[in-house]
């Protein structure tokens, strides 16, 4: 148990459907990430959240929109995603943004989403 | 080319023998992490380390930042092992705060 649950845990998608992941994390944490692992790639970036306002998008598609209603709580809602969006989508936390400290990440087991 | 590069890319054991995994990176770092990610997919932080050698049980990482290189070696690991072990470094200065993430080794121990 790593304090941060993300559901659901697999997610099959049509390309014109639009479906949300959730992030939620019980260790008082002020910051919430979107990561995007791939098969054979490095993690990958894509939201930033600290103090519930977003500090970083790396350049990530409008398909992917995040939400973070709180600082206990994240979303990333999809919509007309394509075939190649199909990954692992992991959330982490930390104490504090990690590009003011060293706080370590604390990730969630992720949603694996297959797009068809 | 990714700025962190780890090798092999995967590896046998038979239980009990050494393993080394190895981390090469390009750019200046604040912290270096090395990650376990099991294959349900959540990831657990071993170690994060800056300098020296640190040793958790039967892990144990060191780095050389002149050289910029960390290793991860694992004694006698167990078939619980098996993972992918994912190092991360922090970068510092003009890219202070990000991270940057190889691609993983795939540990696979055979009994």
């Known amino acids: 148990e790593t304090g941060v649950t993300q559901t659901p845990r697999h997610l099959v998608m049509g390309m014109t459907n639009k479906k949300s992941l959730k992030c939620e994390q019980h260790?008082?944490?002020?910051?919430m990430y979107w990561y995007k692992q791939s098969a054979k790639k490095p993690l990958e970036l894509m939201f930033v959240?600290?103090?519930?306002?977003?500090?970083e998008n790396n350049s990530v598609p409008s398909r992917f929109s995040p939400e973070c209603p709180n600082s206990s709580h994240l979303f990333l809602h999809l919509h007309t995603l394509q075939p190649e969006d199909s990954a692992l989508y992991l959330c982490?936390?930390?104490?504090?943004?990690?590009?003011?400290?060293?706080?370590?990440?604390?990730f969630g087991n992720g949603t694996r989403l297959t797009v068809t | 080319k990714n700025e962190v590069e780890q090798s092999p890319q995967n590896l046998t054991a038979q239980e009990g023998e050494f393993i080394t995994i190895n981390c090469s990176y390009s750019?200046?770092?604040?912290?270096l992490h090395w990650l376990q990610q099991h294959p349900g997919g959540g990831i657990v932080s071993l170690f994060m380390?800056?300098?020296g050698k640190k040793k958790h049980g039967r892990l144990i990482a060191t780095i050389n930042i002149q050289e910029k290189h960390s290793s991860l070696h694992i004694t006698a690991p167990h078939p619980r092992d098996s993972a992918v072990y994912i190092c991360?470094?922090?970068?510092?200065?003009?890219?202070?705060?990000?991270?940057?993430f190889g691609r993983g080794t795939q540990l696979t121990v055979w009994p």
């Open positions: 982490a936390s930390s104490q504090r943004h990690i590009a003011l400290s060293n706080s370590p990440l604390h």
């Open positions: 260790l008082g944490h002020n910051a």
């Open positions: 959240y600290s103090l519930e306002e977003r500090v």
């Open positions: 750019v200046g770092i604040s912290a």
């Open positions: 380390l800056s300098s």
């Open positions: 991360a470094v922090r970068g510092r200065g003009s890219t202070l705060g990000r991270l940057y």
